[in-house]
């Protein structure tokens, strides 16, 4: 990829907590509308390179390198200049909903607070737009549910919430950490097909951050493995879990594999994500066991 | 509710036995019509409290050295089910035997033949070890509790080999060790004194993939080797299906299906079971052949 067409652009990025280099020279890029993952453990500097693009880390961590968002440069940039940019251009989800989010105020206002912020809107066109929002991400009830606090809530409906405030200004890169992590399988993948359908509307670039291979491979395009703050690969999503060539992403994938043989083939029209199941025969996997 | 092996939608068990017993012998574990349920906070001051049925009419066996999955997602009631299987929580209807005896909450005395059969180990490894106690204290100590007589420090040896730690560690403390070492330091503690079965309470989800893999592997070959029962609470059907022979699937506190693990997710009956399946997010396939 060209500087010119990239849309986020880490180049050499460094940040050392404690007097470690948590992230150790990261670079990739992100092009419009492309859909990137960052897969490592925990310790791999993956969420600390997301908290450093978002301007967002730690006090006492010391940052170098550079982020380009749109070729202008956001590290060193001032508080104010980030959070004009924070929710309008950049919007981040998290693992953790429940804390993502204010208990104290009604669903309805964080859905449309960026918008009140970066869009001017008035109250009542924010309460509007709430509404519809809150129907666009397949809460049940929106009129009902904008008025209720985040604790009525389950945990599926309020990342969805989270989803609806981070997209409700269309940014042009939408940052996801570990977003589903924390969530039921059967609500991971209604979140995943969810996700993907908003981006591709909005036209959102997504940089999905999680350490569960399967995961990235439902959602993204490219990827970049880490680890010790460092990409040890990057490729397709499906060159690299397909046919890894760094022996720290083929161990990761044997493990993930691991739990993955003794699962049989779905009918692909059960399945609630776009991309078909693909595993092994009962027979394969029979013979990969090692157990019982 | 229906026993093991008589799955809904039945006729499909592929020829299993599950458990792979033979009529009569003696089942480790065998619960029969579990309920539990617990009384909701008052909504309104008026109104009768609310009910939650944590656990309803779940009936289900162990035999001897299989290995039973219980797979739900949150708020299944696997975990109540789990807590009544090893007699921390007293059933509201039903009962829990073990080997034939009922396994009945009192006294701690009361249940230390139980305890000395059953052993646990539970997610969090940081959580249920001692900071305090060196690890080859921790160890010991529920032989101790359980008056099992002998050389502690020898089994304290021989249970750390097990788990492929160096014997020397038991002087050290848990917080000097990673989540995956902790792991095993939590089953070496649970192995020694000497089980018949092995409950996990989602033993792997709180570590990373690559040291999920090698505690799973670990957890299928201490089974094998010492002829171990086997109960696997997670929410993953991958590490259910990758260790246990017979699976149980829960649903807002009832068994949905259950049955041998092959035949139950190659054709799952209930459609609860098939979404649950479905939904498990997939890689795709390794270009070379293995």
């Not at chain 1, 009902?144 to 809530?153: G, I, M, N, T």
């Not at chain 2, 990373?208 to 997670?234: F, K, P, T, W």
């Amino acid at each position: 990829m060209t500087a010119g067409e990239a849309l986020l652009e880490v180049t050499d990025l460094r940040v050392r907590l404690g007097g470690v280099d948590v992230v150790d020279g990261v670079s990739f890029a992100l092009a419009a509308g492309e859909r990137v993952g960052l897969i490592g453990e925990s310790g791999s500097g993956k969420s600390l390179t997301a908290l450093a693009v978002l301007g967002l880390l730690p006090p006492g961590a010391r940052v170098t390198g550079s982020v380009r968002l749109h070729g202008a440069e956001l590290i060193g940039g001032s508080d104010r200049e980030l959070s004009r940019l924070r929710g309008r251009e950049l919007a981040m989800i998290f693992q953790e909903p429940s804390t993502a989010l204010n208990p104290l105020m009604r669903v309805g206002r964080q859905i449309a607070e960026p918008l009140r912020l970066h869009r001017g809107y008035s109250r009542q066109a924010a309460a509007r737009a709430a509404v519809e929002l809150a129907a666009a991400v397949g809460l049940p009830d929106p009129q009902r549910l904008v008025r209720s606090y985040p604790h009525e809530l389950s945990g599926g409906q309020r990342q969805r919430v989270c989803i609806a405030a981070a997209l409700a200004c269309r940014p042009a890169l939408l940052i996801a950490d570990e977003p589903t992590t924390a969530l039921d399988v059967t609500v991971q993948a209604e979140i995943l097909a969810l996700l993907g359908r908003l981006v591709a509307e909005a036209g959102t670039a997504l940089l999905f951050i999680t350490h569960d291979l399967a995961v990235v491979a439902a959602v993204t395009r490219r990827l970049a493995v880490l680890r010790h703050g460092r990409v040890v690969e990057t490729g397709t999503t499906d060159d690299v879990l397909r046919a890894p060539a760094d022996p720290y992403t083929r161990e990761l994938l044997a493990a993930a594999r691991l739990t993955q043989w003794d699962l049989p083939t779905v009918d692909a029209a059960a399945a609630p994500s776009e991309r078909g199941p693909d595993v092994p025969s009962p027979a394969s996997r029979a013979a990969s066991r090692t157990g019982r | 509710m229906t026993a093991v092996g008589d799955r809904p939608g039945g006729g499909t068990s592929g020829g299993d036995t599950p458990g792979g017993d033979t009529p009569g012998a003696e089942p480790l574990f065998e619960a029969t019509g579990l309920g539990r349920s617990y009384r909701l906070p008052r909504t309104s001051p008026f109104g009768p409290p609310g009910v939650r049925h944590a656990v309803r009419d779940v009936t289900l066996r162990l035999a001897d050295g299989a290995a039973l999955g219980i797979v739900g997602e949150s708020g299944s009631g696997k975990s109540t089910l789990v807590r009544l299987l090893l007699g921390l929580d007293r059933p509201d209807a039903g009962t829990v035997r073990y080997r034939g005896r009922p396994v009945v909450p009192g006294r701690p005395r009361a249940l230390r033949w139980f305890r000395r059969e059953v052993q646990v180990v539970f997610q969090d490894p940081a959580g249920s070890l001692d900071p305090r106690m060196t690890v080859g204290a921790a160890i010991a100590e529920p032989l101790a509790c359980l008056g099992v007589p002998g050389d502690h420090g020898e089994r304290v040896d021989e249970v750390l080999r097990a788990v492929d730690l160096d014997p020397a560690v038991r002087g050290r403390y848990p917080h000097e060790f990673s989540g995956g070492q902790r792991q095993r330091i939590a089953i070496a503690r649970a192995l020694a004194p000497r089980p018949r079965v092995l409950v996990g309470d989602e033993p792997v989800s709180a570590l990373d993939v690559s040291v999920r893999a090698q505690i799973l592997d670990l957890l299928g070959q201490l089974a094998e080797r010492h002829r171990l029962g086997l109960v696997l609470v997670s929410h993953d059907l991958g590490v259910v299906a990758r260790l246990c022979d017979q699976i149980a699937v829960m649903r807002d506190g009832t068994l949905v299906e259950q049955g041998a693990t092959d035949a139950v997710l190659s054709r799952p009956a209930h459609p609860y079971t098939q979404a649950l399946l479905a939904a498990v997010p997939r890689l795709p396939p390794p270009h070379e052949v293995r």
